[in-house]
């Protein structure tokens, strides 16, 4: 597989100088029986903003090709002269319908070869449940803010519900996106429920 391993700019200066960027790559992964190529675990970006400093941006990509979330990023970090400067997590939940628009449960997979093959006319939505990101001073490497951001979507695909928090303190959370409440520190807890009409197909626009 072909990619870009180095690439020169112009840094803009009348001398006619140019940066270099660089690029790493990890755990290329494919599907043998259906899905394909799921991408890369991780790609690196490096470049020399000036001598001996470094600025790297590492994203970390999903190969959940079951959740169909493959591609997708998971976290990315980025760096300065070594210190993390800022952090972003993703964490997806899946919405799978079936042949008759209902929401389908208990989907493990639709690719054939697996489990006893394909899910004939077998739908799904992924999307981003839960968004945490991270800003660090970048001299001492000292967290800043944590934000997070859950979201609950419904079986059209509209926004239920979301509770957004910021704080001085880190956030985390657990492998279903859940997001542990501060106890300390200063931080903002904000929740908002949406509530739609649309069980009336004569008034939808298609």
């Known amino acids: 597989r072909a990619v ?12 006619g100088g140019t ?3 660089d690029y790493f790559y990890t755990g290329l992964t494919s599907h043998v029986t259906g ?30 090709h079951k ?11 980025s760096t300065l002269g070594g210190v993390t400067i800022s952090e972003s997590e993703n964490f997806y939940s899946t919405i799978f319908y079936g042949a008759n628009d209902s929401i389908a ?4 997979t639709i690719f054939n070869g697996e489990r006893g093959g394909a899910t004939d006319f077998l739908r799904y939505m992924p ?19 944590a934000t997070s951001k859950q979201t609950v979507m419904g079986e059209y695909g509209d926004l239920i519900s979301s509770k957004d928090i910021v704080a001085d303190t880190d956030l985390s959370a657990n492998y279903l996106g859940n997001v542990s409440e501060p106890t300390s520190g200063s931080y903002l ?9 649309y069980n009336d197909p004569s008034r939808w626009f298609l």
């Open 4 to 15: 870009v391993k180095s690439l020169f700019s112009s840094d803009g200066l009348m001398q």
């Open 19 to 21: 940066v270099r960027t």
């Open 35 to 64: 899905a394909g190529s799921l991408g890369f675990e991780s790609i690196k970006v490096s470049k020399e903003i000036r001598s001996g400093v470094l600025e790297e941006n590492t994203t970390y990509y999903s190969t959940n």
């Open 67 to 77: 959740n169909h979330t493959q591609g997708m990023p998971v976290k990315t970090v």
């Open 105 to 108: 449960c208990g989907i493990y």
């Open 127 to 145: 999307y981003t449940k839960t968004n945490i990101s991270k800003r660090f001073d970048p001299v001492t490497g000292e967290l800043l803010t």
């Open 189 to 197: 807890i904000t929740s908002a429920t949406n509530k739609y009409d």
